[in-house]
């Protein structure tokens, strides 16, 4: 690492614009979209026939779960990683910031050759480094190198280079001016370099490849013949994460380009996506025509504890990876924030794009893996999927990304590491189940997998492990107005009783302080539960007291999903849980579908 971490915090604003760091070119270069629409947009049609699409909830999994935290390590040093599966079957990955896999000196950018898989372990081989790799463009004293995608096509390496900002000041890693391809027909051993960036201004200089499986071999199947004559690469403009300090404007556009798979290095060969005529995309020369495939100005914790020291209102879109998933013919891609994962499916390339994933990880500190330690919990940024660790059946796969920063103690994740994430497609269902007061749909459910806004430490598997003596909560560091704990499953059940048990309760949060009830998720949409009652009476304050059980009973419902929510209480804004119990009894009165 150069200086600060790859992540530093932040404390305070700074007047970046003032002191002439941003600095673009012509408005026209830079066709910036920042919109206070807090709604996702893709497949901007704005060129062609039709109108843009306002992007909802994703409906193609029925569950997603990713882990807690890093599960499968490596002896590497670095972070980023942007990997590819190449056609001599080994996965080729740079590094930013570090060593690779090698005890030699760390520079700004690694490539590394990576044998072995998660489940029987990982060996690499460092290649090459720092100028062997690529060229600073811009001034060394105010950025360096770093990795932002690699793909394999026909043998050949395509590695995707940007200069972000350095150094140790509130600019460094918030602005990147620059960006280029370099290439290598050894298999990442030597580099050929383009003699000027091929992206500058701002504008489309953070790339990550469209990744297609063993040496690209996939696109064919995707894409037919003609389509797949190409190599297809994502881009941001101004920053590869929101820009901590107002460099520059953060990303909420995601672009789309293509280039013929031989010529991904001649800038003059690449098209940009710019618009749908019917369902069919059109493509242009011209970088200033570009149309983004994803538009998402959400923020995330918009309001923080702490705020004068940890960064918050973070843009969602960032630097990550888009991989192909043959067996559900599904696109993913992996973004991140600086406290959550933010994942999207597509049906094609350029969408359109649906969210169907927001993975909270809460507000700093996080927890290592180590004995005796809380965790471990953490998220991670550099989010990618490698794929040739996709299941079979293209339900599991492996998510790559890093932390350092923040951390409570234990082993953080500063080097090539995976933890497992598993969907499981939706397939609309009647539900069947029977009436039995003994059957705890928290445990016999199809696909269990629980659901929260946060878990401070990590374990979602307490609340339905039928231990009610383990506490967790979901102190996250923000000041949240809505809480909630539950389950999704991958076929819908009826119930109609829900018993919820607290956990610990503290002086600053604990238990809910308002509209505590329970819902159901049908057809992807939360629902009151009808005609619900709780006994004891819940209290709405501390006196609802630790480890108290509170008992739901409702008119009998239908869900592929239940969850209890409502307003955090205690000035920290958080509550706790030890189990949630889930039944159908025959007891109730009320009718399910």
């Known amino acids: 690492m150069s200086g600060v971490g790859r992540r530093r915090f932040i404390s305070g604003g700074t007047a970046a614009l003032a002191a002439g760091l941003w600095a673009p070119g012509t408005a026209s270069a830079t066709p910036w979209s920042l919109s206070s629409n807090p709604k996702v947009r893709t497949g901007d049609t704005s060129r062609g026939a039709g109108t843009a699409e306002e992007a909802t909830t994703s409906t193609f999994f029925a569950t997603v779960f990713v882990e807690n935290a890093t599960s499968v390590g490596s002896n590497s040093d670095g972070d980023l990683w942007p990997t590819c599966w190449a056609d001599d079957d080994a996965l080729y990955s740079a590094n930013g910031d570090g060593r690779g896999f090698s005890e030699e000196q760390r520079q700004d950018i690694v490539v590394n050759r990576i044998t072995g898989d998660p489940e029987s372990g990982m060996t690499g081989e460092r290649l090459a480094a720092a100028d062997q790799v690529g060229t600073i463009w811009g001034d060394p004293d105010k950025y360096n190198r770093k990795p932002t995608g690699i793909v394999c096509v026909g043998g050949r390496l395509y590695l995707a280079i940007q200069d972000l900002r350095t150094g140790t000041d509130d600019f460094a890693f918030n602005d990147a001016p620059n960006a ?28 990550f490849f469209l990744d297609f499986g063993r040496d690209s071999r996939d696109a064919e199947d995707a894409l037919g013949t003609e389509a797949a004559r190409y190599v297809y690469a994502y881009g941001l403009d101004g920053n590869w994460r929101d820009s901590l300090s107002d460099t520059v404007p953060d990303p909420v556009d995601l672009y789309l380009a293509r280039a013929p798979k031989e010529a991904v290095e001649k800038r003059s060969r690449w098209e940009f996506f710019a618009g749908l005529s019917g369902a069919a995309p059109v493509w242009t020369r011209e970088v200033t025509a570009k149309q983004p495939v994803l538009h998402d ?60 994933l ?107 492990d039928g231990d009610p003596t383990k506490s967790e909560d979901s102190f996250d560091q923000e000041n949240k107005d809505l809480d909630f704990w539950g389950f999704t499953w991958a ?103």
């Open 297 to 356: 100005a959400r923020r995330q914790y918009e309001t923080f504890r702490n705020s004068g020291r940890y960064p918050h209102n973070l843009s969602v879109i960032s630097q990550g990876g888009v991989v192909y998933i043959k067996q559900l013919e599904r696109y993913l891609y992996t973004s991140w924030t600086e406290y959550t994962f933010e994942f999207y499916e597509a049906p094609a390339p350029w969408g359109p794009w649906r969210l169907f």
């Open 180 to 207: 280029s391809v370099s290439w290598s027909d050894d298999h990442g051993r030597t580099w050929q370099t383009t003699q000027q960036p091929m992206f500058t201004d701002y504008v489309f200089t953070t790339i």
């Open 358 to 464: 927001t993975k909270d990880f809460g507000g700093y500190p996080w927890f290592g893996r180590g004995a005796r330690r809380p965790g471990p919990k953490n998220g991670g940024y550099g989010t990618t999927i490698p794929s040739k660790f996709v299941s079979a059946d293209g339900t599991s796969m492996w998510v790559q990304s890093n932390w350092w920063v923040g951390n409570s103690g234990g082993e953080a994740a500063y080097t090539f590491n995976l933890r497992k994430l598993t969907l499981r497609p939706f397939t609309a269902q009647l539900p069947a189940n029977q009436p039995d007061p003994r059957d705890n749909l928290a445990h016999s459910g199809e696909a269990v997998t629980p659901i929260e806004k946060c878990a401070h430490y990590g374990h979602g598997e307490y609340y339905h």
């Open 491 to 593: 076929k819908p059940y009826r119930m109609n009783k829900v018993v919820y048990t607290t956990g610990k309760m503290f002086d600053d949060g604990g238990w809910f302080g308002a509209n505590l009830r329970v819902q159901v998720r049908q057809d992807f949409q939360w629902v009151d539960a009808p005609n619900a009652n709780v006994a004891p009476r819940y209290p709405y304050d501390s006196s609802a007291g630790p480890f108290k059980t509170f008992t739901f009973t409702f008119a009998t419902t239908w869900g592929d999903g239940v969850r209890i929510v409502g307003k955090p209480g205690g000035s920290a804004c958080f509550t706790s849980i030890a189990e949630l119990e889930v039944y159908y009894r025959d007891s109730c009165c009320g009718s399910g579908s």
